[in-house]
Nanobody
Framework: QVRLVESGGGLVQAGGSLRLSCAAS????????MGWYRQAPGKQRELVAY???????NYADSVKGRFTISRENAKNTVYLQMNNLNPEDTAVYYC???????????????WGQGTQVTVSS
């Protein structure tokens, strides 16, 4: 099995910063894309950013220039540095990984349990 564990959420004032981390563990042969999604109350889950195995990145328009995604392949870990946060960034943030498992063909989608980010005005 594959497990994703997130950390780094919390409460911060508008204009502040937080750094989220997500570590993947288990029967992993290779991790392709890793990313962050978020879901605010009453809204659908949306993509925040993702990073491919080769390091290419993609961001939602709402976070471009404020958030930075990165990864450490040796640690199977992805990070999300969030700067200049505003109340609209308040949501539960979920880590996602597209994984090729050991001894198992194909790719599988895995999710973390979510971490709360709250930005006060």
């Amino acid at each position: 099995q594959v497990r994703l564990v997130e950390s780094g959420g919390g409460l911060v004032q508008a204009g502040g910063s937080l750094r989220l981390s997500c570590a993947a563990s288990g029967s992993i042969f290779k991790i392709n894309r890793m990313g962050w999604y978020r879901q605010a109350p009453g809204k659908q889950r949306e993509l925040v950013a993702y990073i491919t195995g080769g390091g290419s990145t993609n961001y939602a328009d709402s976070v471009k220039g404020r958030f930075t995604i990165s990864r450490e392949n040796a640690k199977n870990t992805v990070y999300l540095q969030m700067n200049n946060l505003n109340p609209e960034d308040t949501a539960v943030y979920y880590c996602n990984a597209v994984v090729v498992k050991l001894y198992s063909p194909g790719m599988n989608d895995y999710w973390g349990q979510g971490t709360q980010v709250t930005v006060s005005s």
